[in-house]
């Protein structure tokens, strides 16, 4: 049988500014960015600013409210979900931003490290100094999005601060993921599926083909994908089929039979009916 690793399965890139390596957003909803099963190459942090939803986590579920705090290491596979109302800030930064204080504090970035072990991705909301976490998440936007004089070193500084308070007052001891959680090696035969699926997108997948490339039956497989990311193995290449020929749709002049080809839909008929069920509209009127 062939090992897999995370080396065998790119991570999405975020291209940041070599002096200033951070990203500060705030997202309304949740877009197909985030709805996606994705991993990426930097650290990312989460306050919910309003509204609900939920993120699935390497397998874990974790249902969040306005104030929650979520830490994502760049190895988690995750993707976002909302229920209602969704206003989200998400901050980015490469973890050897912080590089220099690792040297005189060898802990700062353990909340990332140990998750799971001694921190978990969803901060305890009942923890005292959550308020002090949300001011600091705060003021580091304000400042991004404002580029006052010494705008960096403030964000630097608080980011800093961010992660000493973190590890200070949110570690615990005895964590465990619990037995229903999935463990590394599932997770990386998920990534080698969910990348090839992306890849031959319009590939006619069957069930055991998907199953086949890493090795499981049928049914420990659909249990484990579904598990990881939240819907059944063929409906998310439904949707990432989808996702391509929303694209085509809006960038392209293809004709949308030739587009539904294109993206691995048997005929044009069901192509519409999908389209229409998922999308909520029909591929003419996407197409605006």
Request: charged share 25%; proline share 3%.
């Amino acid at each position: 049988m062939t090992e897999l690793s995370n080396m065998d399965i790119p991570k999405e890139k975020l291209i940041l500014a070599k002096h200033y390596p951070i990203q500060v957003l705030e997202t309304i909803g949740v877009n197909a960015t985030y709805q996606k099963l994705h991993w990426h190459d930097v650290l990312e942090i989460n306050l919910i600013k309003s509204g609900t939803g939920y993120y699935i986590i390497n397998g874990q579920t974790f249902e969040f409210q306005e104030g929650d705090i979520l830490l994502i290491n760049s190895n988690d596979l995750h993707c976002a979900y909302e229920t209602k109302d969704l206003v989200m800030q998400v901050i980015c930064f490469d973890a050897s931003w912080l590089l220099n204080i690792v040297r005189y504090d060898s802990e700062i970035l353990h909340p990332y490290k140990e998750m799971g072990v001694h921190f978990t991705n969803l901060l305890d909301r009942n923890e005292p100094h959550m308020n002090e976490l949300r001011s600091l998440l705060l003021e580091i936007q304000d400042e991004h999005d404002q580029e006052q004089t010494s705008y960096g070193s403030l964000v630097y500084s608080n980011l800093i601060r961010f992660h000493a308070c973190v590890n200070r007052y949110f570690r615990r001891e005895g964590l465990n993921r619990g037995k229903d959680s999935i463990g590394a090696r599932q997770l990386d035969k998920m990534r080698k599926v969910i990348y090839d699926m992306q890849k031959n997108f319009a590939y006619p997948w069957t069930l055991e083909e998907l199953a086949g490339l890493v090795y499981l039956s049928p049914s420990r497989f659909s249990d484990i994908f579904r598990r990881t990311v939240g819907t059944p193995p063929l409906l998310y290449l439904i949707h990432i089929r989808l996702e391509h020929a929303v694209m085509l749709l809006e960038t392209s002049d293809m004709k949308i039979t030739e587009i539904a080809l294109e993206c691995g839909f048997r005929s044009l008929s069901n192509f519409n009916r999908l389209f229409k069920k998922h999308i909520g509209s029909c591929p003419k009127i996407a197409r605006g």
